[in-house]
């Protein structure tokens, strides 16, 4: 089993930037892909970006230019550093991990941007 923890949500003022960070811990073997999804009250899970243990990195096309994965296979970590956030940025953001051909998800950080 592989636990995932994220910290770094927060409430923040449109325009503002906030980092996220995930730690991956357990039966670590061999991690492919670390990742964000978000999830905003009343619709979907979407993909936020995905970065593979060679650096290889997958934004929707929405959140180029303002978000930033990042990834240290050393430490088992994955950050997400958002820029230029928008209300409708608002949601929980959830680490994600695939591994061996299974898939784990973090509990989620809570996102609000509002002024």
């Known amino acids: 089993q592989v636990r995932l923890v994220e910290s770094g949500g927060a409430l923040v003022q449109p325009g503002g930037s906030l980092r996220l960070s995930c730690a991956a811990s357990?039966?670590?073997?061999?991690?492919?892909?670390m990742g964000w999804y978000r999830q905003a009250p009343g619709k979907q899970r979407e993909l936020v970006a995905l970065?593979?243990?060679?650096?290889?990195?997958n934004y929707p096309d929405s959140m180029k230019g303002r978000f930033s994965i990042s990834r240290d296979n050393a430490k088992n970590t994955v950050d997400l550093q958002m820029n230029s956030l928008k209300p409708e940025d608002t949601a929980v953001y959830y680490c994600?991990?695939?591994?061996?051909?299974?898939?784990?998800w973090g509990q989620g950080t809570q996102v609000t941007v509002s002024s």
């Open positions: 357990g039966r670590i073997v061999s991690i492919l892909v």
């Open positions: 970065i593979t243990n060679t650096g290889s990195t």
């Open positions: 994600y991990v695939a591994q061996l051909g299974n898939q784990y």
